[in-house]
């Protein structure tokens, strides 16, 4: 099924394979449910995360997804390492792969380092977040989690709702999303989207109370707090009234809608505690089904490589 | 030492020749244009068949990166680069380090040129001190040191006052200003230009009126002080619209445009190529097409290769923290007969834009094959195609983005300043 050693992005993936890492990832789901949750796949084989940003989640979720897999797992830590020291990526990447690594997860505030290094090493590249460009893993657990409340992505409305210009989640659920049928709206400010966005085949809104209407999914984004200061917005009071998730707001959508965030939340910024709480917030499923969603592509990759 | 260059086709779009004739150069300076056949005997006879016989390039648009990034590029290759690529005249930018705003930088240029260099080397000065956009440097002195022009490049003018003094002060001299024209806080952080593609990638994008602005801007100080402006590498539509609407007001402005902006488009960034980031950055198709009906209608009067080399590792990294700029000597000449092949330009008009022209906006006696003038030739063959290495690239910089690309046009011989340079 899989033919590159790499997970890039969703951009190049097809809807078949797409379709077939969930149910990959459904398949561990069930095994994280056991008691014992651990099954030896990639045992003997290393990974290796080197993440130029800070993250706790991300990381942890891929930790132990590689744990379950049996696999041993070493955070390369880029603030105590040769890197601050002025080292290449270029050298920091072939380093890692001389220790023996199998598989490097790659986060960069520059978007294509996953593609830049995929062309250098022979390990297996995977992409936990570039720049403003793609968050691979995000929009599958994503879908993993939209899947288990919705009986099909096609024709499900998805509305998508904040810092979209320099969101990576929201790129790469806006390629996932479409390649599996569903329509993607965005909503944001006129200075949070970016250029021509709309031949992504998504639907773009400035009004929320429009873009929200008769969604199946709410997909809230986190705002990154200095946007304010840059000029994208007169504040953060501002951007809650007009872009934030409430109460009155999700009941403009259908009414099983699911309310989701890809963490870690502000709270009275993008969403209201009263929604992120509520009965529709499906936000720690997304967080569980992280882990199942890791394990696929380390296992499928894993297959590649074998 | 005499060199006659015979049946080849002589094109000198300053003398408005286009013909088999022989060429005569009597040590370093052109004796004269013959009738085949017609010219006296000489001691040297190079055969030009099947080439075309040209005034060596004049490039007026150039980063020889000597002194300060020698590990970049130095007078030495550089000069080289360009006689390889059929250039002979090679103006180069100040942003050097330390920059060219002060005499002793200029000299140590032209000393460096006349002892090194394998062609004739004009320093353009740097219009502030340090580029800073704070003080106009000493132009009396930097004039007479041996710069020809004065220019920023690389960095904005953007205190539009000193600007103003620039242009204003510059007619002491009737030299031209020229411009890189970018809105630094419009462009900041940006990486590619901003459109589809951008989004595609999740880059930082610099949108078109990071330079429109600054052209717009530039004309109108240019308008109002009379003085002589010269748009550097022009990359938008919209640019090319302000400067023929300029022109058209008998406004005193020319542009030049390079060669990645007449053949490239954004969409080749997508497998994030650093050799493809450059600054402006490579824009839309829409953009190109606006730039070729530009150089068809003489609004861009000038074809430059804004040569920018850059060593392997100042490339090979993430794109965001990749240098700007293409190492442009070696393939200019071939990608402007694309303009040819595809009836944009004429061969004698293409050459104008490359040779005469800029000699004349700079007032320099290059570009020419008349009589008396420098022995300064490119003969070429238009009809070869060749496949680029630009490992094989006699510039330090390799960053080129036409590696590996399939070209037509190839200098067989250059001659500079009489020195005959065969690379068959």
């Known amino acids: ?306 | 030492m005499t060199v006659l260059i015979k049946n080849g086709r002589i094109i000198d779009p300053s003398q408005g020749i286009d013909g088999r004739k022989d060429l005569l150069i009597k040590s370093r300076k052109i004796e004269g244009i013959y009738a085949a056949g017609k010219a006296p005997k000489t001691d040297k006879i190079i055969d030009a068949s099947g080439c075309i016989v040209i005034p060596g390039l004049v490039d007026m648009h150039t980063h020889l990166r000597e002194p300060g990034f020698e590990y970049k590029e130095t007078i030495y290759t550089g000069t080289m680069s360009a006689v390889k690529g059929g250039i002979t005249t090679v103006c180069c930018m100040p942003n050097t380090s330390p920059i060219n705003d002060s005499v002793s930088i200029t000299q140590f240029i032209l000393d460096k040129a006349a002892k090194e260099g394998a062609c004739t080397v004009y320093p353009i000065g740097a219009i502030t001190t340090g580029q800073k956009s704070e003080e106009l440097t000493e132009l009396e002195a930097l004039l007479k040191a041996g710069c020809i022009a004065f220019s920023d490049d690389g960095m904005p003018v953007i205190n539009s006052l000193i600007m103003r003094r620039a242009l204003e002060y510059s007619k002491i001299f009737n030299v031209p200003i020229i411009s890189h024209c970018e809105d630094m806080e419009l462009s900041k952080g940006g990486v590619m230009n901003e459109g589809f593609v951008s989004t595609i990638l999740g880059l930082k994008g610099i949108p078109k009126s990071a330079e429109e602005v600054m052209v717009a801007r530039d004309i109108s100080l240019c308008e109002l002080t009379k003085g002589r402006l010269h748009i550097a590498h022009v990359s938008t539509k919209g640019s090319v619209n302000l400067i023929r609407d300029a022109k058209k007001r008998g406004v005193n402005v020319t542009a030049e445009t390079c060669p990645h902006y007449f053949t490239l488009t954004d969409e080749s960034l997508i497998s994030y190529d650093t050799n493809l980031k450059v600054n402006p950055p490579i824009r839309t198709e829409q953009d190109v097409a606006a730039i070729k009906q530009g150089l068809k209608d003489n609004t861009i009067d000038v074809i430059a290769t804004d040569h920018a080399p850059h060593h392997f590792d100042d490339k090979d990294r993430e794109f965001d923290a990749a240098a700007f700029g293409i190492s442009g000597f070696e393939t200019a000449f071939a990608l402007g007969l694309g303009l040819v092949d595809q009836g944009i330009l004429d061969l004698t008009e293409f050459i104008r834009k490359f040779t005469i022209t800029p000699s004349h906006i700079l007032r320099i006696d290059k570009g020419s094959l008349s009589a008396g003038a420098d022995a300064d030739v490119a003969i070429i063959n238009t009809e070869t195609t060749y496949t680029v290495d630009s490992l094989n690239f006699i510039s330090k910089g390799k960053n080129s983005p036409f590696h590996k690309w399939k070209l037509k046009g190839i200098v067989e011989k250059t001659i500079a300043m009489g020195k005959v340079y065969d690379w068959r």
């Not at chain 1, 870690?264 to 199942?292: C, F, H, K, W, Y």
């Open chain 1, 1 to 306: 099924m899989f033919e590159s050693k790499d997970l890039l992005g969703i951009k190049d993936l097809s809807p078949e394979e797409i379709s077939y890492i969930l149910d990959t990832a459904s398949n561990f789901k069930d095994v994280l449910k056991r008691d014992i949750k651990k099954v030896p796949p990639l045992r003997g084989k290393t990974v290796v995360s080197l993440f130029f940003e800070p993250s706790t989640r991300t990381k942890t979720s891929f930790a132990l997804a590689a744990k379950r897999l049996s696999a041993d797992f070493v955070n390369f830590s880029v603030s105590t390492s040769s890197v601050v020291k002025g080292e290449s990526i270029r050298d920091t990447a072939l380093t890692i792969q001389s220790l023996g690594a199998d598989f490097v997860l790659i986060r960069h505030s520059s978007s294509g380092v996953p593609h830049f290094l995929s062309k250098i090493v022979d390990m297996s590249v995977i992409n936990a977040g570039d720049g403003a460009n793609e968050h691979p893993t995000q929009a599958l657990l994503d879908l993993l989690t939209i899947q288990s409340h919705k009986k099909s992505f096609k024709g499900l409305s998805v509305s998508i709702i904040g810092d979209i210009a320099h969101s990576r989640v929201a790129k790469s659920n806006i390629y996932a999303l479409t390649k599996l049928g569903a329509h993607v709206r965005v909503i944001c400010p006129p200075t949070l989207m970016p250029a021509d966005v709309n031949r992504l085949g998504v639907e773009v809104y400035h009004s929320i109370d429009d873009g929200i209407k008769d969604a199946d999914v709410i997909m809230t984004l986190r705002l990154q707090l200095e946007r304010q200061t840059k000029g994208y917005l007169p504040s953060l009071r501002e951007y809650f009234k007009l872009y934030g998730i409430n109460h009155d707001r999700v009941k403009l959508a259908k009414k099983d809608a699911i309310v989701m965030h890809p963490g870690p939340m502000n709270r009275g910024v993008e969403i209201a505690s009263s929604v992120a709480d509520g009965p529709q917030s499906v936000i720690l499923e997304q967080v569980t089904n992280g882990i199942a969603v890791r394990m696929a592509v380390l296992y499928l990759l894993g297959g590649v490589r074998k």
